[in-house]
């Protein structure tokens, strides 16, 4: 992983130099073209010059033969020209000296009154400058090349020490977490997005940390909840086969109780499995959760009868897409944990808001401590001595699956509410 994360860093490094140095090299074709097409224009009218004062001389006199040969040396030193004059006999004007004429490539016309009188061969001068200029623009540029390969390598080599030193040891801690370790440490120290990962990590491990404990508590505690009435049932019946005690109304009765809470320890693990199994095959329909709100209500008068509490509702029509029997199992878990929060006497407060699309459920009981209320969504999590811990976090999973935000305010002796957002309404 490390050789090609270093790769990885290496070709984009080198990509992005690539581009600048190509550019470089772009830029510089680009100037020098321009160049040479100012200078060709230039030269060109330094041609159109030339012609044109030996043309006026000539008409002076009406012959080459007595023309200043120091004017033509001065002519050709200040328009930067080399040129060779010829008569209209091709017999050699300027220079006086023998030149060589195949330097001399570009030939031109000479002409007074219409009629040709010479001609003109001409060679330019080099442009010294511009080839110094050329010269070290290339050598500039492929030093450049040469030295952004080795800071590129140098770079890679630095930058993915830098950055994958942290990703190892994140990895590593992943691995040692998806092995059941929970006692690891990652101690990385940097303000980046890999710190902040970093710091998410570690906040995930001691909330796992958290977790396995209540797991072990809570499983532990519903372990002694069905031994508990299986040990009461089972010393019972070997106590009427002994002939201890008498196998009568009252001891049935007493044998009943212990089998109902069997019973609802039972299906409250039932019911788990069937909200998972639920929850991956969503049957989404438009619905309007004010009808189902006050059938539910209606149906939980008994339980509320038993602690003599009042429901007062504010509910408008909404119409959302969810799963109806999923919304029902929530809103049920929500009212049953209402009741169970409240005192005797105390009222229930649901609101359905058709503008905002919320749900809202609020009591005026316990509330949650503090250090709870961190908790409270998680299975196995009792907040109630006889509850399962799994009506809540049933709540959370339905509320996620339909990507529904749920919130919940809470003070101590004051009150819970809790809030659902329904955002795919």
Known sequence: MLKTFKLKIFL?????????????????????????????????????????????????????????????????????IKFVLKDEDERTIYPIEKTDLSEFQNEYPLFYNRKQIGIIKIRFDKEERLEVLIDRSEKILISALFVSVIVIIILSISLSDKISK???????GAIEVSNGNLNIDINIKSNDEIGRLSKEFKEMIK????????????????????RTPLTVIKG?????????????DSTIKSLLEEVDKLERITEDIKTLADIDSSLLKLNLE?????????????????????????????????????????????????????IKASKEGDNIEIKIDSEKKELIIRDFGVGIDDKDINFIFERFYKKFKDGSGIGLSIVKDIAIAHNWNIKVNSRKNMGTEFIIKFKNS
Do not use: C
Not at 238 to 246: E, N, P, Q, T
Not at 298 to 303: E, F, G, V
Not at 310 to 337: H, P, V
């Open 166 to 172: 942290p990703i190892k040891e994140l990895t590593k």
């Open 12 to 80: 984009t490094l080198f990509f992005v130099s690539s581009i600048a140095l190509s550019t470089g090299f772009f830029i510089r074709h680009y100037l020098i073209e321009e160049i040479n097409k100012y200078l060709e224009g230039k030269r060109e009218d330094s041609v159109y010059i030339l012609i044109g004062e030996i043309e006026k001389e000539f008409a002076k006199n009406l012959t080459f033969e007595n023309i200043d040969r120091l004017w033509l040396a001065d002519l050709e030193a200040r328009l930067h």
């Open 207 to 226: 909330k796992l940390k958290l977790l396995e404990d209540i797991r072990r508590r809570n499983v532990a505690n519903l372990s002694h909840e069905i």
């Open 286 to 338: 438009d619905v309007n959760i004010k009808d189902l709100t006050l059938k539910l209500v209606n149906n939980i008068t008994p339980l509320l009868l038993e602690k003599n509490l009042t429901i007062n509702t504010e509910i408008e029509d909404l119409i959302i897409k969810a799963d109806r029997q999923l919304y029902s199992q929530l809103l049920l878990n929500l009212l049953t944990n209402a």
């Open 236 to 248: 019972n019946l070997m106590a009427i086969l002994d002939g201890v005690i008498k196998n009568d």
